[in-house]
């Protein structure tokens, strides 16, 4: 089992009022799964990722990481988890825009403490890997969607971590850029990384082999195919 | 592949960012605004320059004043009318108004104070005249005795000064000043020609050196005398007891200058009968007094300056502050996304710190280079050689990087305890 959500619950508070964005969900991952989680907007989809993702924390339940649970662990634990365990891929790429395709790589691995030389020989690599060898040196407003979207993925996959989190990665691409990066997760999972997607797109998670809808904070279907 | 979560992972190994790599980014991030980097440290650059070259002309000026006032006599007792003796202040005599001091104190003081006084000086002085073949000037003449060359350091650089006997004879030679024999004379060699002071005439005999000075401060344009000669021949003294404007008296001992001072006070006080010492128609100066009293007033100026300077520096650190915060709200994203991928709460702070560090920094290091220049610069235009402090340089880099740290702190730490989902959510 590589995680797992007891019970979680997810109340946010704004202004007089409290919003709950989930109410009480359950969800076993296993390593080596790909799945997608698909919903409306404001179902709480995205909550459920930054949860997944240790940068938010439940107001209620517990989720287990590695079957450990992660409700006692420190800021400073949680980023380690973030550094080692954890990718992410967002819809907008979030790339640092002064900072080159492969020093955007190079980032995870410096909070990781990999010495510089090692960093960059491993950063060039994962850019061949996701075929932007040639791009190396570019900024990110040199290069296109679907490149940068590339340059994220590499970036995730920096420390090689067994947990990808993308939110909708294909979101800001065209459909057959789109398709490309779908292609590369798929790649990517029959290696044996575990790859969760969030997406509202039907075409994306049709590439997955187990659905999980989302709707007004709670799961309300858990498909599996194949 | 799973090594465990937490506490249990490997978290003691090297982990995070080194120094030099927190630097690199932080040069990174101002070159990437270069202008705005540039103004915000531009008051820490101010004020750091500000203390160095406050400091360096301050200390410059003290030890000017200092080496002027020492050149002027070692151990030196000046007695010169009440309340208007201020003291050695400039030049080699500078009592203005009438001569008050009768000249029998003078052989009174040598008389009861032979072992502790080893030199005394009176003078008496007026403007005449001075002419030389067609050219002529006015300047200060001075009657004194012959220890003057010794008790105020006026010893001639060509010829010699008078002697006991020039004065016992009322001999008329003089003494001239080194802007004098500049001026008057021209080219010439002034040793051994007539000069006329209030159309009597003098022979020189000796020229004194250049006492490095222009203006009123200068003994360059004075001439020396012998007392009993100026008396008679220019002070044109009629009936009575003859006057002095001063008596230059030299201690034989620097450490009990206070005491002389004190002796010769209530010795003087005698001689005249008085014992109210605010019916004293006299005053004795003590040099160490006049030194004391030029270093306090200079030191005053300098904290005072320093505190003008420090507040700059302040105020420099909350332009730090202010374009801090504005650079932590506009790199909320980007703080998400590291924090994303790994950055702990001290990578960001230690990132956002080494930021107003370096500003502050460089501030700093550009305030020094630019205090040395400023120093220069303002030492030429007064006429005071600077004198570079490397403590006083040191503290105010010090403080600069202390305001950086201080002012660079709290930004850093609000940008440390971002909530990276609201930080990812930042528009």
Same mark, same amino acid.
């Given at each position: 089992?590589? #995680?797992? %959500?007891?019970?979680?619950?997810?109340?946010?508070?704004?202004?007089?009022?409290?919003?709950?964005? %989930?109410?009480?969900?359950? %969800?076993?991952?296993?390593?080596?799964?790909?799945? +997608?989680?698909m919903g409306p907007s404001g179902s709480g989809k995205s909550t459920l990722l930054h949860l997944l993702g240790l940068l938010d924390r439940p107001t209620e339940g517990e989720y287990l990481l590695m079957g450990k649970p992660t409700s006692s662990l420190s800021e400073e634990e949680r980023a380690y988890l973030r550094n080692r365990f954890i990718g992410f891929v967002f819809q907008a790429f979030f790339l640092l825009p002064r900072l080159s395709a492969v020093e955007n790589v190079e980032v995870p691995l410096a909070y990781a403490g990999v010495p510089p030389q090692e960093r960059r020989r491993r950063a060039l690599a994962l850019l061949e890997r996701v075929g932007l060898l040639d791009k190396a040196k570019s900024l990110p407003n040199q290069l296109s969607g679907g490149q940068r979207q590339r340059v994220a993925i590499a970036r995730a996959l920096a420390l090689n971590p067994p947990l990808l989190l993308a939110d909708e990665p294909t979101g800001a691409l065209d459909t057959r850029t789109g398709e490309e990066i779908m292609a590369l997760f798929q790649e990517l999972n029959r290696e044996g990384t575990t790859v969760i997607i969030v997406t509202h797109e039907p075409m994306v998670a049709e590439k997955t082999r187990r659905i999980v809808r989302v709707r007004d904070g709670e799961i309300v279907a858990d498909e599996r195919r194949g | 592949m799973v090594a465990g979560l937490g506490k249990e992972a490997n978290l003691r190994g090297k982990v995070g960012l080194s120094l030099v790599e927190v630097v690199r980014i932080a040069l990174r991030a101002m070159a990437a605004n270069p202008l705005r980097s540039a103004l915000t440290a531009l008051g820490v650059v101010i004020g750091v320059a500000a203390v160095?070259?406050?400091?360096?002309?301050?200390?410059?000026?003290?030890?000017?004043?200092?080496?002027?006032?020492?050149? #002027?006599?070692?151990?030196? $007792?000046?007695v010169g009318p009440a309340q208007g003796g201020r003291g050695p202040g400039g030049g080699l005599v500078r009592f203005g108004g009438p001569a008050?001091?009768?000249?029998?104190?003078?052989?009174?003081?040598?008389?009861?104070?032979?072992?502790?006084?080893?030199?005394?000086?009176?003078?008496?002085?007026?403007?005449?005249?001075?002419?030389?073949?067609?050219?002529? $000037?006015? +300047?200060?003449?001075?009657?004194?005795?012959?220890?003057? &060359?010794?008790?105020?350091?006026?010893?001639?650089?060509?010829?010699?000064?008078?002697?006991?006997?020039?004065?016992? $004879?009322?001999?008329?030679?003089?003494?001239?000043? /080194?802007?004098?024999?500049?001026? %008057?004379?021209?080219?010439? @060699?002034?040793?051994?020609?007539?000069?006329?002071?209030?159309?009597? !005439?003098?022979?020189?005999?000796?020229?004194? !050196? @250049?006492?490095?000075?222009?203006?009123? +401060?200068?003994?360059?344009?004075?001439?020396?005398?012998? $007392?009993?000669? /100026?008396?008679?021949?220019?002070?044109?003294l009629e009936a009575g007891e003859p006057k002095v404007n001063a008596i230059y008296v030299q201690g034989a001992d620097r450490n009990r200058l206070k005491e002389l001072q004190e002796r010769l006070t209530q010795f003087l006080a005698e001689r005249r009968g008085l014992v109210d010492p605010s019916t004293y128609d006299f005053s004795i100066t003590?040099?160490?007094? &006049?030194?004391?009293?030029?270093?306090?007033?200079?030191?005053? #100026?300098?904290?005072?300056?320093?505190?003008? &300077?420090?507040?700059?520096?302040?105020?420099?650190?909350?332009?730090?502050?202010?374009?801090?915060?504005?650079?932590?709200?506009?790199?909320?994203?980007?703080?998400?996304?590291?924090?994303?991928?790994?950055a702990r709460p001290k990578d960001i702070l230690a990132q956002f710190l080494a930021e107003s560090v370096v500003l502050s920094v460089g501030g700093g290091v550009l305030g020094v280079g630019l205090g040395l220049l400023m120093a220069r610069f303002v030492g030429q235009a007064i006429g005071v050689s600077p004198v570079f402090s490397p403590l006083s340089a040191g503290i105010a880099f010090l403080f600069a990087v202390f305001v950086g740290v201080f002012f660079g702190l709290y930004p850093a730490w609000r940008a440390a305890r971002l909530d990276p989902v609201e930080a990812l959510r930042y528009e």
């Open positions: 089992m590589l #995680l797992e %959500l007891r019970g979680v619950k997810k109340v946010y508070q704004n202004g007089g009022g409290a919003f709950p964005a %989930l109410k009480g969900v359950d %969800l076993r991952v296993e390593e080596g799964e790909m799945l +997608a989680i | 160095v070259a406050l400091t360096m002309v301050g200390q410059g000026t003290t030890q000017r004043i200092t080496s002027l006032l020492e050149g #002027l006599g070692t151990n030196l $007792l000046t008050t001091l009768p000249l029998s104190d003078a052989y009174a003081i040598q008389e009861a104070f032979p072992g502790e006084v080893v030199g005394i000086a009176p003078v008496a002085q007026g403007n005449f005249q001075l002419k030389y073949g067609a050219s002529n $000037l006015r +300047a200060t003449v001075v009657g004194t005795w012959p220890d003057f &060359a010794r008790v105020r350091n006026a010893e001639p650089e060509r010829g010699s000064f008078f002697t006991q006997e020039d004065v016992d $004879l009322r001999r008329r030679v003089a003494v001239i000043g /080194y802007g004098i024999a500049q001026d %008057l004379f021209g080219g010439e @060699d002034p040793l051994g020609q007539r000069l006329r002071i209030g159309g009597i !005439p003098f022979t020189v005999v000796g020229v004194l !050196p @250049d006492k490095g000075d222009q203006g009123f +401060a200068s003994g360059n344009y004075q001439v020396f005398v012998p $007392l009993s000669t /100026y008396l008679q021949r220019l002070a044109r003590n040099q160490q007094d &006049a030194l004391q009293s030029v270093n306090q007033t200079t030191l005053v #100026l300098t904290l005072f300056l320093g505190g003008v &300077a420090a507040i700059s520096l302040l105020v420099g650190g909350i332009g730090i502050m202010n374009i801090m915060l504005v650079s932590v709200t506009e790199r909320t994203r980007e703080i998400g996304v590291r924090k994303a991928l790994g």
